[in-house]
């Protein structure tokens, strides 16, 4: 059974940073891209960041670049979102996704909360 | 990067088919046949119901049917059943990224 498990969210103020983190199981996961989708409370989807399977491209919504950091550690099945100044229009629920065109997976989501 | 546009809200009576649909430009729906949906019902995590443009995963329903012409995707739902009341997003490959559209709530009357 194919499993995304995402945790690292939580409350930080203006500026701070927090690292995302995604176990993944139940499917080889050096084989496929992966990718983090954001869901602000009582709005839409956005694809925020993909990466491909060995972590030789990676891509980003305009409004994170710069700031947040895709990453995969193939070896220990874990996706990564490092975000760094973060601001007030970060805080949504982060999905963990696979794939990079459709996502068939998705975690449960963890919630940053960006305020002060 | 813009979002692709979807009407806020579509409804239809159990038994009924309804047609949401999702206009992007010709570099995104337009440009590929990589436009995904997702059911997401409240509370709960998006399921992916068609992708590219009309492939359907295993478990997902025939009565759910996706088409595109031009730069504008559709997703039918045919014999509507009071289930398929959710919010539904589109997105399509964009170049680099996937970019998604706002979401239509299916109301079942």
């Known amino acids: 059974e194919v499993q995304l498990v995402e945790s690292g969210g939580g409350l930080v103020q203006p500026g701070g940073s927090l690292r995302l983190s995604c176990a993944a199981s139940g499917f080889t996961f050096s084989t496929y891209w992966m990718s983090w989708v954001r869901q602000a409370p009582g709005k839409g989807l956005e694809s925020v960041a993909n990466?491909?399977?060995?972590?030789?491209?990676?891509y980003y919504v305009d409004s994170v670049k710069g700031r947040f950091t895709i990453s995969r550690d193939n070896a220990k099945n874990s996706l990564y979102l490092q975000m760094n100044s973060l601001r007030a229009e970060d805080t949504a629920l982060y999905y963990c996704?696979?794939?990079?065109?459709?996502?068939?997976?998705w975690g449960q989501g963890t919630l940053v909360t960006v305020s002060s | 990067q813009s979002a692709l546009t979807q009407p806020p809200s579509a409804s239809g009576s159990p038994g009924q088919s309804v047609t949401i649909s999702c206009t992007g430009t010709s570099s995104d729906v337009g440009g590929y046949n990589y436009v995904s949906w997702y059911q997401q019902h409240p509370g709960k995590v998006p399921k992916l119901m068609i992708y590219e443009v009309t492939k359907r995963p295993s478990g997902v329903p025939d009565r759910f049917s996706g088409s595109k012409s031009g730069n504008t995707a559709s997703l039918t739902v045919s014999g509507l059943q009071a289930e398929d009341e959710a919010d539904y997003y589109c997105?399509?490959?964009?170049?680099?990224?996937?970019?998604f559209g706002g979401g239509t709530k299916l109301t079942v009357l």
């Open positions: 996704t696979r794939g990079r065109i459709s996502r068939d997976y």
């Open positions: 997105s399509s490959y964009a170049g680099s990224n996937v970019v």
């Open positions: 990466i491909k399977k060995d972590g030789s491209e990676k």
